[in-house]
């Protein structure tokens, strides 16, 4: 296996995203415009806390071409640029999937996009035949128990880490998102940025506890969760009001990667399953 480390990911996503209201709203200038710049303006900030640690970026392709310099940058600063979607929304369904990556082709092809982030870690078992067929050459788009790395038509399914405090799944069917079911078979899912907002003091000594039994962690952070929207939470108010789930995903947590950047080794969910590929072919 390859060396544990904290497999860092940023799903790179528009504020209005976190809301779910806006899933409806098709034109792509209202949507630039509800976005108002905050996407563009929050990379420099966000590649500044990475400082040279290097992470898995997967990006909403709309904002791509809103701003093609994004992915430039991304790239530039050596980071993973993966897929997201291309219009934020659930893409359980295949169909869906299926338009939506062929959206987002032609920015992927530019940038050799390998990983694929599916929106609210929601996936069907059908998507990955399509992923494979569209070039991918992993996942991470279930949750599941660290050191989990399961092969799926030829595709790589690295899941988004949970503690399990039973026995460990003996099967990873997806869907396997984040829901009362998974809560109650005994998975916590600390890869979760909403349990990194409840809990970040208890995710950090998970991690230490993880990596020091030889597992390599995937967690997620999405760019709101770093550099705060104008109006932010007065613009969430009515969804947080009738959603308290929410709250978590508004708090800050540039503080939690400070302190995961300066104790712990972090790196590319691209760069472990390259390297296990490479060992388990050699």
Known sequence: ????????????EPWFALTRRYDSWRDPEQRRALDGGFTRQALDPILDLLGSARASIYLVGEIAEWYPEIPQQIAA??????????FHRPLVDENELALDLSASA?????????GYRAPMVGISE?????LKRAGFLYSSSIYAPSGSLHRRNDLWELPVSTLSLFQRPSQLTAPRHFSTKLLAAGEVPYGSSFMIGLMPNLVLKIL??????????VIILHPYELVRPQH???RLGRDAASHPLLFPFTL???AFLKTLLKHFPVSPLIDYVQEFTFNTDH
Request: positive net charge; aromatic residues 12%; charged residues 25%.
């Open 126 to 130: 059908a998507a990955y035949p399509l």
């Open 106 to 114: 032609v920015w992927r092809a530019l940038y050799d996009v390998r």
């Open 232 to 234: 932010f939470l007065r």
């Open 208 to 217: 230490e506890r993880e990596i020091r039994a030889g597992f390599s962690p």
């Open 77 to 86: 600063a050596g980071h993973e640029l993966g897929l997201h979607c291309q």
């Open 252 to 254: 800050n947590k540039s």
């Open 1 to 12: 296996m390859p060396s544990p480390r904290v497999l860092l990911s940023l799903d790179y």
